[in-house]
């Protein structure tokens, strides 16, 4: 007498529930990826809250008026950064803070920037206290 089981074992494996996970990640990572995004210009912004300059070695203000300001001092804004070269050349930690008015061109903040970069000085950007 032959007894045969009617459970049988199905050899094929179904790749339908495999590539759904599949396709559920590639969505997952090409969505994540596009929202990285890489800072093109790195600024040290102090916070507005707590955080200050410890040693302040000199200032550059610029107001709406477009004058500049070297301390205290009103210069002319090609002669800002042979006053800075002047001023900088015997301090041990080569800090500019820059203070721009609101509502001033940024084009005028990024020559000065460009001027602390040329001469490798450190530029903080001023801040307004909440």
Not at 37 to 46: I, K, M
Not at 52 to 62: A, D, H, N, P, Y
Not at 92 to 120: F, H, S
């Amino acid at each position: 007498m032959a007894l045969r089981t009617r459970n049988k074992v199905d050899p094929t494996f179904n790749m339908s529930s495999m590539t759904d996970i599949v396709f559920l990640l590639l969505i997952f990572f090409m969505l994540t990826s596009t929202l990285v995004t890489t800072n093109a210009l790195d600024l040290v912004l102090p916070s507005s809250k707590s955080k200050s300059v410890k040693k302040q070695t000199v200032s550059v203000s610029i107001d709406k008026s477009l004058n500049h300001f070297v301390d205290t001092d009103k210069v002319d804004a090609r002669s800002v950064e042979s006053i800075l070269r002047q001023r900088l050349s015997s301090a041990e930690e080569k800090v500019i803070v820059l203070r721009v008015e609101q509502g001033v061109p940024i084009e005028y903040a990024v020559k000065v920037m460009d001027i602390a970069y040329q001469n490798q000085y450190k530029i903080v950007l001023a801040t307004k206290p909440e």
